[in-house]
């Protein structure tokens, strides 16, 4: 199977890398990657201590009943593969894969 690839105006040839994982342990809970998905693609949660996931707004985060906050990947059929979270996230927490056609 192929490669899905777009070819751009400049000539240069685009392939998609959709988000395929996000790794929970290394990520911060920074919101930064929530903050540049403008595809409803990532969700901001708090951990309790049970290990319990609570959802939590990244703009009005005032409540302190989680221990820490990470991100999940909500809702990856929304993805377009551009990588902007990825490209953001301090800690590198992402993986991406090309889609096969």
């Not at 693609?41 to 049970?50: M, S, W, Y």
Request: charged residues 30%; negative net charge; contains cysteine.
């Amino acid at each position: 199977m192929a490669s899905f690839s777009v070819t751009l105006p400049s000539g240069e040839i685009w392939t998609p890398k959709f988000v395929a994982d996000l790794n929970q342990e290394k990520c911060i809970g920074c919101a930064r990657c929530v903050r540049v998905c403008a595809r409803d693609v990532l969700a901001l949660v708090g951990v309790t201590e049970d290990g319990e996931l609570l959802a939590i707004d990244p703009d009005e985060d005032e409540d302190e009943e989680y221990e820490k906050k990470v991100m999940t990947i909500a809702h990856k059929e929304n993805c377009v593969g551009c990588e902007a979270c990825s490209k953001v996230c301090p800690k590198k927490c992402y993986t991406h894969e090309t889609a096969d056609v």
